[in-house]
C-alpha cells in the first residue's frame, strides 16, 4: 500500500508540481499568519505541570499579593552616592503612574515613628528604658552600656538567631552614627542636620535598605500587574533599565540595574528570542555549506532549505494553535526540526540525484527516490515523532508540550518532504528543459569508503562485534558516573547583569530573592509560621504581618515598659554641660562601651555571626591589625588632639541632640494597642490578600538555593513547616523530581512504542532488534562521551536523552530498507549508497544541534553539545554494528 501512495506521490509532481506547489503555498502562509500570534515564556514555571497543588498556590499568591511580583532595582558604590541616587531615581520611576504602583525607597517611617517602642519584645524594653531616664551625655552613656551588658555580654543567647543577629547589627549601626556624628561635632564639623539623622538612625534604625557596609543599595518597585503578564513585565523593565542607565551616569563608580525574578524573566525572554532566530539561521548556513560541498550542486540546499521551512512554518502555526506560547524546552523547536527534516530531504535528494545520473527520466527518478527512501522516511518519521509523543504522557508540562511540538512537527517535515520536494524537483527539471540544459548530470553521490568499511567489518563480524561489545560496556561505566548540575542559574545567559546583582544581594543581605512563601488564614497564624521560620538557621530572613503587630498579650506586656519610657522622657532633668574636669569620665564611658563592643565581638566569632563581628571591628577595630583601631581609636584621637575644642564640640552635641532624641522618643512611647487598621497602605498592602482575608508569610533562604543540597533541605523544612508552602526555589526543586520521573517512564515507554512500529513495518523480530541496536547502544555511548567530555546533566540537557531515543532510530530503519531492498547480500552496496545519505543526515543533524552552542542560554547549548554527541554516537553504532548483525540475516528482493 505504501509503495502504491509514493508512485501516486511521484506520479502527482512530476504532472502537476505548480498545482502542488501553489496549495503548498497557501498553507503555509496560513500558518506563517497565525505563527505570528506565538508568544515566548521561559519561566521555569510553566514547565511544571499546572494542576500541581505548588503551581496552583504559587499563581494564586502572585495574583492575589501584590508584593509577590517585585522588580529589585540595586546598586553599588559609596553610601552617599548610593543614597543620592536612589532618590534622584525614585520620582523618575514614580511617574510611570500606568505600570507602577509604589516605589520603596525609604521604610515608612511614619508608623515606627507612632508606635516604635510597641513593636520591641518586652525583654529589649526592661533592658534599654533606663537608656532615656537621663539625655545628659555622661549618665546617658552609662545606662547605654549597663543596658548593652544585659542585653548582649550577660546573655548567650544574645545572637543565637538570625533575627537576633540582625538586631544586634541594626543596634550597633545606630551606635556608629551616633558616634560619628559626636566625632563630627568633636572636629568641628556637626550640626542639627547630622544630629537628627543620629536621632532618627539611633532610635529607629536605617530607613534605606541599605548593606551592612553600606556599599549596595536596594529600591523596592512594585508594578501594578504580575510576572505573569509577559509583555508587561518586557516593558516595564526595559524602561526602568533605561532611566536607570540614564541617571547612573551623574555618579561616578556607582553601577546599578534591575534583578529579581521580573529582571530574570525579561533577560530569559530575550535571550531566548534571539537565540531561537541566531541558532536557526547558524544551522540552515551550516546545512547549506554541508549540501554544496556534498552534491556539488547549488540546487539541493536551496531545494531542502525551502523544505525545512514550509515543515517548520507548518509546526509554528500548529505551535500557536494549540499551546498559544514557548517555553524553555519548546523554544529550540525549529533548530531541532532543522536538524531532523533536513534528513528526509537528504535521502531523497540523495537517491534522486543517482537517478538522474544513470540517466532516468525526472518522473522515474522520483519514482525510484520515493521507493527506495520513502519507506524508510514514513517509518522513521513516524517512529520519532511516536518517541516524542511519549513524552505527552508527562506530568511537567514543558516536556509533554515539547512531545507535541516536537512529534507533529516531524510529521510536518515528513509531509512537506514527501510531497512538496518531489514538486520542487519536477519543476526544476522542467525549468532547466525549456532552458534547453541538460537537468540530469549530477554526480554520483556514493561514498565509497562507506562501503569498503562495511565490507571489513561484515568480513570479520566476530572480531569487530567482540570489541563493540567491550566498549559499550565501558561506555555503560562511564555513564553510571555521570553527576547533574541542579544549579538553575548555571542555565542562565552568561555575563546577565541580574544574575550578577543576584549574587550581589546573596552576599551582602544573606538573603536572595528566590523566597518561600505561605498564606495564612489569620494573623496569630501568621505570627506562629514566622515564629517557627525565624529559628531556622537556614532562613536569612521573614516577613509577615505580625512583626508589625504584636499579639495582645504581648503588647500588653509592653505597654508597662513604654509607660516608663514615657515618664523617663517627661521628666527630663535639665541640661547640664560636660565640665572639663568630667572629659576623663565621659571617655571612661566610651572606652566601656568600647570594651562592650570587643567582646560582643568575641563573642560573635566564636558563634560564626560574621555581620556582627564585622560590624564590631568597623567601631572598635581589627585586633589582628594594630594600625585599625576603628571609629573609637579615631574619636579618642580626636579628643586628645585639643581637649579643649572636643569639650565644646561634646556640649554642642549634647545640646543639639537631647532635645532631638527627647521629641521623637515621646512619640515612639505610645503604649496604645497597635491593630490591623492601624497599617498604613504601604505596609499592609506586602502581607494583605486583595479580599483582605488572607496574610502573606515570606521566608527568604540564608544560603543561595541554587546548591542542591541546601535546597533539598530546605524545601523539605519548609514543607515541613507548612504543606502549602510554595515559591520559585521549591518549585524548582518539585521540577527536578517530575522530569527525572518523566523522563525515565517516557525513555521506557519509548521503547515499547518503537518496537512494536519496528515490528509492524518489518514484519521481522530480527530486523527490529538491529534497527534498535544504534538508539540503545548509542543512547549508553551519548552519556559516557557526556561525562568524559566533562559535561553534566541539567535540567534542560536531560531532555537529550528521550530525543536521543526518537532520532537515533532513523539511521538504522533507513539502512535496514535498502539492504531489505537491494535483496540482501550486498552490504558494501548499500552502505556506499545509503551509507552516504546516513552519514549526511547524521553530519547536519549534528551541524543543527551544534548551532545551539552559539545560544546565549547555555542550557541550550548544553543540550546541544549532548544531542551533537548523541547523533554522533548513533550514527557510529549504525555503522560498526549493522554491517556485522547483517551478515546473519538472508533476505529477499521485494520483501518489504
Excluded at 229 to 242: E, F, H, P
Excluded at 354 to 382: D, M, P, V
Excluded at 396 to 424: I, K, N, Q
Excluded at 706 to 720: A, C, H, I
Aim: glycine share 8%; with cysteine; net charge neutral.
Amino acid at each position: 500500500m505504501r509503495d502504491k501512495l509514493l508512485k501516486g506521490i511521484a506520479a502527482g509532481a512530476d504532472k502537476k508540481p505548480v498545482i502542488i506547489l501553489l496549495v503548498a503555498l497557501v498553507i503555509t502562509a496560513i500558518m506563517g499568519v497565525m505563527s505570528e500570534q506565538l508568544r515566548l515564556d521561559m519561566h521555569f514555571k510553566n514547565l511544571m505541570p499546572q494542576n500541581h497543588p505548588m503551581v496552583n498556590e504559587f499563581n494564586r499568591i502572585v495574583e492575589d499579593y501584590t508584593s509577590a511580583s517585585m522588580i529589585i532595582v540595586a546598586a553599588t558604590g559609596e553610601e552617599k552616592q548610593l543614597k543620592s541616587f536612589a532618590e534622584e531615581l525614585a520620582p523618575q520611576i514614580r511617574s510611570m503612574k500606568n505600570v507602577i504602583r509604589p516605589v520603596d525607597v525609604t521604610m515608612d517611617t511614619s508608623f515606627i515613628n507612632r508606635h516604635g517602642f510597641m513593636l520591641q519584645k518586652a525583654k529589649n524594653l526592661k533592658n534599654n528604658a533606663d537608656i532615656f531616664q537621663d539625655l545628659n551625655l555622661i549618665p546617658f552613656l552609662t545606662h547605654l552600656n549597663d543596658s548593652f551588658e544585659k542585653t548582649y555580654v550577660q546573655d548567650e543567647e544574645s545572637i543565637s538567631t538570625k533575627e537576633k543577629e540582625n538586631n544586634a547589627v541594626a543596634f550597633l549601626d545606630g551606635i556608629q552614627t551616633w558616634l560619628t556624628t559626636l566625632d563630627a561635632y568633636i572636629t568641628g564639623n556637626g550640626g542639627l542636620q547630622k544630629a537628627q539623622v543620629a536621632t532618627d538612625r539611633f532610635l529607629g534604625g536605617e530607613t534605606y535598605m541599605i548593606s551592612q557596609d553600606k556599599d549596595m543599595l536596594l529600591m523596592m518597585v512594585q508594578p501594578n500587574f504580575t510576572i505573569n503578564d509577559l509583555d508587561k513585565v518586557l516593558v516595564t523593565v526595559d524602561s526602568i533599565d533605561a532611566l536607570i542607565a540614564e541617571v547612573v551616569k551623574n555618579y561616578s563608580g556607582l553601577e546599578a540595574g534591575t534583578t529579581g525574578t521580573m529582571a530574570l524573566s525579561r533577560d530569559e525572554t530575550v535571550a531566548a528570542s534571539e537565540d531561537m532566530y541566531i541558532t536557526s539561521i547558524i544551522a540552515m548556513l551550516l546545512i547549506i555549506a554541508l549540501f554544496i560541498v556534498s552534491f556539488r550542486m547549488w540546487v539541493a540546499p536551496v531545494l531542502a532549505g525551502i523544505t525545512l521551512i514550509v515543515g517548520v512554518t507548518w509546526t509554528a502555526g500548529f505551535a500557536a494553535v494549540t499551546l498559544g506560547s514557548l517555553n524553555i524546552m519548546t523554544s529550540m523547536f525549529a533548530v531541532i526540526l532543522i536538524g531532523l527534516g533536513v534528513d528526509f530531504s537528504i535521502h531523497v535528494i540523495s537517491i534522486f540525484t543517482e537517478s538522474r545520473a544513470a540517466g532516468q527520466a525526472t518522473g522515474k527518478a522520483l519514482e525510484s527516490a520515493l521507493l527506495k527512501s520513502g519507506q524508510g522516511i514514513i517509518t522513521g518519521a513516524f517512529t520519532t515523532a511516536a518517541a516524542f509523543y511519549t513524552l505527552t504522557i508527562s506530568e511537567t508540562a514543558g516536556m509533554a508540550e515539547f512531545g507535541l511540538l516536537a512529534g507533529s512537527g516531524v510529521l510536518f517535515c515528513m509531509l512537506a518532504t514527501l510531497v512538496v520536494l518531489p514538486a520542487m524537483l519536477s519543476l526544476r527539471d522542467r525549468m532547466l528543459l525549456r532552458m534547453h540544459r541538460e537537468a540530469g548530470t549530477a554526480r554520483t553521490t556514493e561514498f565509497g569508503f562507506l562501503g569498503k568499511t562495511a565490507g571489513i567489518i561484515a568480513g570479520k563480524r566476530t572480531s569487530f562485534l567482540i570489541g563493540l561489545v567491550i566498549a559499550t560496556a565501558l561506555m555503560f561505566w562511564f555513564a553510571r558516573q555521570i553527576t547533574f548540575d541542579y544549579n538553575y542559574l548555571n542555565m542562565e545567559p552568561e555575563g546577565l547583569k541580574s544574575i550578577k546583582l543576584q549574587h550581589l544581594m546573596e552576599d551582602e543581605f544573606e538573603a536572595t530573592p528566590d523566597f518561600a512563601m505561605i498564606t495564612a488564614q489569620s494573623i496569630e497564624e501568621s505570627r506562629r509560621i514566622a515564629e517557627k521560620a525565624k529559628d531556622m538557621k537556614m532562613v536569612g530572613m521573614v516577613t509577615s504581618i505580625s512583626e508589625y503587630i504584636p499579639s495582645k498579650k504581648e503588647q500588653r506586656k509592653r505597654a508597662p515598659y513604654i509607660e516608663k519610657i514615657r515618664m523617663y522622657l517627661k521628666n527630663q532633668p535639665l541640661l547640664r554641660g560636660v565640665r572639663p574636669a568630667q572629659l576623663e569620665k565621659f571617655l571612661e564611658q566610651v572606652c566601656r562601651l568600647q570594651d562592650n563592643i570587643i567582646e560582643l565581638a568575641q563573642l560573635a566569632y566564636l558563634g560564626g555571626q560574621d555581620k556582627v563581628d564585622a560590624k564590631c571591628k568597623m567601631l572598635a577595630g581589627d585586633p589582628e591589625n594594630p594600625e585599625d583601631s576603628g571609629l573609637f581609636g579615631k574619636l579618642y584621637k580626636d579628643v586628645k588632639t585639643d581637649t579643649r575644642l572636643a569639650l565644646q564640640g561634646v556640649n554642642r552635641f549634647q545640646q543639639d541632640i537631647a532635645p532631638l532624641m527627647q521629641h521623637k522618643a515621646l512619640r515612639m512611647a505610645n503604649a496604645d494597642e497597635i491593630t490591623l487598621a492601624e497599617l498604613p497602605a504601604t505596609i499592609a498592602d506586602q502581607f494583605l490578600s486583595k479580599k483582605g482575608d488572607k496574610f502573606l508569610i515570606t521566608i527568604y533562604p540564608k544560603e543561595s538555593v541554587w546548591n542542591f543540597e541546601f535546597l533539598e533541605r530546605f524545601t523539605d523544612r519548609m514543607q515541613n513547616l507548612d504543606p502549602r508552602v510554595t515559591g520559585m526555589p521549591l518549585v524548582f526543586y518539585v521540577l527536578i523530581q517530575k522530569i527525572a520521573v518523566d523522563g525515565r517512564n517516557a525513555a521506557m515507554l519509548t521503547l515499547v512504542v518503537v518496537f512494536l512500529l519496528l515490528l509492524w513495518d518489518f514484519r521481522r523480530v530480527s530486523f527490529v532488534l538491529m534497527a534498535m541496536v544504534p538508539l540503545i547502544v548509542g543512547a549508553f555511548w551519548m552519556v559516557g562521551a557526556m561525562y568524559l567530555s566533562g559535561l553534566q546533566l541539567t535540567m534542560v540537557n536531560l531532555m537529550g536523552l528521550p530525543l536521543i531515543l526518537g532520532i537515533g532510530i532513523d539511521d538504522g530503519v533507513h539502512l535496514l530498507h535498502r539492504f531489505r531492498y537491494e535483496g540482501g547480500g550486498n552490504i558494501s552496496s548499500v552502505f556506499k549508497s545509503t551509507g552516504k545519505a546516513v552519514l549526511l543526515t547524521s553530519l547536519t543533524t549534528m551541524l543543527a544541534f551544534g548551532s545551539l552552542v552559539f545560544a546565549t542560554y547555555r542550557g541550550l547549548g548544553s543540550l546541544g553539545i549532548a544531542l551533537f554527541i548523541g547523533v554522533a554516537a548513533c550514527f557510529l553504532t549504525s555503522v560498526l554494528f549493522l554491517p556485522a548483525l547483517l551478515t546473519f540475516v538472508k533476505t529477499d528482493k521485494g520483501n518489504k
